[in-house]
């Protein structure tokens, strides 16, 4: 099995994660050879990481999103990774796949507008905002974790040295660390984790109330995945007979696939809420066959 199977066939949890990973690869072997070839490193870094100055922002905006899937060292993705991974297989329990994709997106877009605000709003930022850029997935774990402790507060986690918590306290402390490093080292960070942290909670509690605000972000994914895909024939058949063949438009194509992944986000939805049983003969007989064609 090739890496491209590994990635297609894997959840979007693993997704996500292997997309940091080839990231940080990527770039570290990209930077070794400009360090031999005694180029600056900082041509690539500076373009993709998120700037705190406007006028900076304003010629890189792709940063916002290219950001969040950056890390600084080993034990930077190392930890975030880890904790993406443990968080969001805690989220998918209550959400969908494609709804933790679009929340770990949206995390790191709220953790980016509070870093960038709060540099340009606190005096105390004034000097700093000039030449400082932000880095890393943790905004957007952060959104993943507080939005995992408001849909499922009393979850136990076990920590090393203090044993079982809910993980409500687990996120709370995160949040509380973050609100107290504002004025610290890694001030950007913390900005970054208090808008991912608002994000997040503010997602779980828009969801359990039976909005989803995923719906824009999980169309734009969409799109740009179904620009690499080929687009399927049709056969048409009369008298039994194929007479001809016709190519789906894509409008036609991403409009039959986008009805029926809503249909099965819904029965999954509705078997995390409610259990398998509730399911009816016909919602049970479309998750089968779509199962199998998958």
């Not at 890496?3 to 979007?12: P, Q």
């Not at 490193?41 to 900076?56: D, G, M, V």
Request: charged share 20%.
């Amino acid at each position: 099995m090739n890496i491209k199977e590994i990635f297609l066939r894997g959840t979007s949890l693993m997704r996500l994660i292997y997309i940091n990973v080839g990231m940080f690869a990527l770039i570290k072997v990209i930077t070794l050879f400009l360090i031999l070839f005694k180029i600056n490193t900082a041509l690539i870094t500076t373009y993709l990481e998120l700037p705190s100055n406007l006028t900076t922002l304003i010629y890189q905006p792709w940063s916002v999103v290219t950001y969040m899937f950056l890390h600084a060292d080993v034990m930077h993705i190392f930890f975030n990774m880890i904790s993406l991974y443990w968080f969001g297989r805690i989220a998918l329990e209550r959400i969908s796949q494609k709804q933790l994709v679009a929340l770990y997106i949206l995390g790191g877009l709220a953790g980016a507008a509070m870093y960038v605000l709060s540099y340009n709003l606190f005096p105390y930022f004034s000097v700093a905002v000039q030449n400082s850029y932000l880095l890393g997935a943790s905004g957007a774990v952060v959104a993943i974790c507080v939005a995992a402790a408001t849909l499922q507060p009393n979850y136990p986690i076990r920590l090393m040295f203090i044993g079982e918590v809910k993980l409500i306290w687990v996120a709370t402390g995160m949040v509380a660390i973050s609100i107290f490093g504002i004025t610290g080292n890694n001030a950007g960070g913390e900005f970054a984790h208090i808008g991912g942290a608002i994000l997040g909670y503010f997602y779980a509690k828009a969801w359990m109330k039976g909005k989803d605000y995923s719906r824009i972000v999980t169309s734009v994914i969409d799109w740009f995945t179904n620009i690499f895909k080929r687009t399927p024939k049709i056969k048409v058949k009369q008298g039994g007979k194929q007479t001809a063949s016709r190519v789906k438009t894509d409008a036609e194509y991403n409009r039959e696939k986008r009805a029926n992944e809503a249909a099965i986000d819904a029965i999954l939805d509705k078997i995390k809420q409610r259990g398998y049983e509730s399911l009816t003969a016909d919602e049970k007989r479309e998750l089968f066959d779509r199962s199998k064609k998958n």
